[in-house]
């Protein structure tokens, strides 16, 4: 079993920084993508940002493109976001997920994440 565990979350003023984490207990011998996801109050879990095994692939959402940025450190097991120039739309609970079937890829399709964290928060005053 996979566990990820997401920190960062937070209360920020629009136009300020927030960088979240994302640990994950390593599946032996085995690859992932990871995505990073958002529940906004009243809405549906959206699209963030993926990132692909290697690096070498990321994918964002029109609304974060610019701003936000994924990465991974293989030595630590972790997947960030570099969330800058934070709005008040920013405003959700975001959740880290795991794909270990398309790893190749940064897929945006929440069903090809089998692993989810518990979310944190992040709130941005206006």
């Known amino acids: 079993q996979v566990q990820l565990v997401e920190s960062g979350g937070g209360l920020v003023q629009a136009g300020g920084s927030l960088r979240l984490s994302c640990a994950a207990s390593?599946?032996?011998?085995?690859?992932?993508?990871a995505a990073w996801f958002r529940r906004a109050p009243g809405k549906e879990r959206d699209f963030v940002a993926a990132?692909?095994?290697?690096?070498?692939?990321?994918t964002y959402a029109n609304s974060v493109k610019g701003r936000f940025t994924i990465s991974r450190d293989y030595a630590k097991n972790t997947v960030y976001l570099q969330m800058n120039s934070l709005k008040p739309d920013d405003t959700a609970v975001y959740y880290c997920?795991?794909?270990?079937?398309?790893?190749?890829?940064?897929?945006?399709?929440?069903?090809?994440?089998?692993?989810w964290g518990q979310g944190t928060q992040v709130t941005v005053s206006s």
């Open positions: 390593r599946r032996p011998g085995s690859s992932y993508a």
């Open positions: 990132i692909n095994w290697n690096g070498m692939i990321t």
């Open positions: 997920a795991a794909d270990y079937r398309t790893w190749r890829l940064a897929s945006m399709v929440q069903t090809n994440y089998d692993y």
